[in-house]
């Protein structure tokens, strides 16, 4: 599947998290690929390509730094869906806790639901330096996390530099480091469906955050995109967690 990738600068409009132009797809119809219905309305991409309803998802093979294992999308592929959201741990300013909340509300239902062994939870760090297994560790226990669960991977590029490049160009996603020195006040920019964090240190001695994209998307066992769900971290413009655990049952097959 040929990719757009993100060429563009990072503007106002380029980092608007918004979901894919979806052509016919639009008003409702089923899609012979999918298990839930054409969602009613979806915004239109801006200068990067993210995979929405119908269609296929990019091939990744990322670490789990926890497993200490390999993680692609062919693990998933003709054996069972996946809820996929990008983050960084050190976000300090509740988006992508917002967002890893969504996955752990989907984890806690899964465990109770009986259908932990029928969903991957994966969430992709786009700050691996920061990131380490440790950290993410520490991150879960904060949080009510179980990574040590079959079902759930947190994934972790090599370094910050290739985190960009995977973000961009495999998952179709912009993404903005901002670099401050310590002793400057670090900026904390706000776009339509994305925020940046405040500031945290990093190993270079410069303060530093990321603008992105806040998108969680629920995959079906045949690796097509069932839901993506822009905005995710603000529940005043997108659907809630228990939308999406009821769209994560609903694609999993598990009865009412």
């Given at each position: 599947?040929e990719?757009?990738t ?9 980092i608007t998290?918004a ?6 797809l639009l008003g ?5 690929d999918?298990?839930?219905?054409s969602?009613e309305?979806?915004?239109?991409h801006?200068d990067?390509?993210y995979?929405?309803?119908g ?7 990322l670490?789990?730094?926890?497993a ?5 999308r ?6 069972r869906?996946f ?5 960084y ?7 992508c806790?917002a967002l ?6 989907i984890?806690e239902?899964?465990?109770?639901s009986g ?12 700050d691996?330096d920061?990131d380490?297994a440790?950290?993410l560790r520490?991150y879960?226990t ?12 947190y994934?972790?590029?090599e370094d910050n530099?290739?985190a960009k ?8 996603l912009?993404?903005?480091?901002n670099e ?9 920019e706000?776009?339509?469906?994305n925020?940046?964090?405040?500031e ?11 603008t992105?994209s806040a998108?969680v998307q629920?995959?079906?066992e045949?690796?097509i995109v069932?839901?993506a769900?822009?905005?995710a971290?603000?529940q005043?413009d ?13 694609v999993?097959?598990?009865d009412?």
């Amino acid at each position: 599947m040929e990719r757009r990738t993100y060429l563009g600068s990072l503007g106002t409009v380029g980092i608007t998290s918004a979901a894919g132009c979806l052509g016919d797809l639009l008003g409702g119809d089923s899609n012979p690929d999918t298990i839930l219905e054409s969602p009613e309305e979806e915004a239109q991409h801006a200068d990067y390509s993210y995979d929405t309803y119908g269609e296929e998802f990019p091939s990744f093979s990322l670490t789990d730094p926890i497993a200490e294992e390999t993680v692609s999308r062919d693990d998933f592929v003709g054996e069972r869906p996946f809820v996929i959201t990008y983050f960084y741990g050190s976000c300090p300013d509740g988006m992508c806790d917002a967002l890893l909340q969504h996955l752990a509300r989907i984890q806690e239902d899964a465990i109770e639901s009986g259908y932990e062994d029928k969903v991957g939870l994966l969430a992709v760090t786009f700050d691996p330096d920061r990131d380490t297994a440790d950290a993410l560790r520490a991150y879960s226990t904060e949080r009510g996390i179980d990574p040590d669960a079959g079902h759930w991977h947190y994934l972790r590029p090599e370094d910050n530099e290739t985190a960009k490049t995977v973000l961009n160009e495999t998952f179709g996603l912009p993404l903005r480091r901002n670099e401050e020195s310590s002793n400057n006040e670090s900026t904390n920019e706000t776009a339509a469906g994305n925020e940046s964090g405040n500031e945290s240190s990093g190993a270079d001695g410069l303060e530093y955050t990321f603008t992105h994209s806040a998108l969680v998307q629920i995959v079906n066992e045949r690796g097509i995109v069932e839901r993506a769900y822009p905005t995710a971290s603000r529940q005043r413009d997108a659907v809630n967690t228990q939308v999406m655990v009821e769209d994560t049952r609903t694609v999993v097959g598990v009865d009412e």
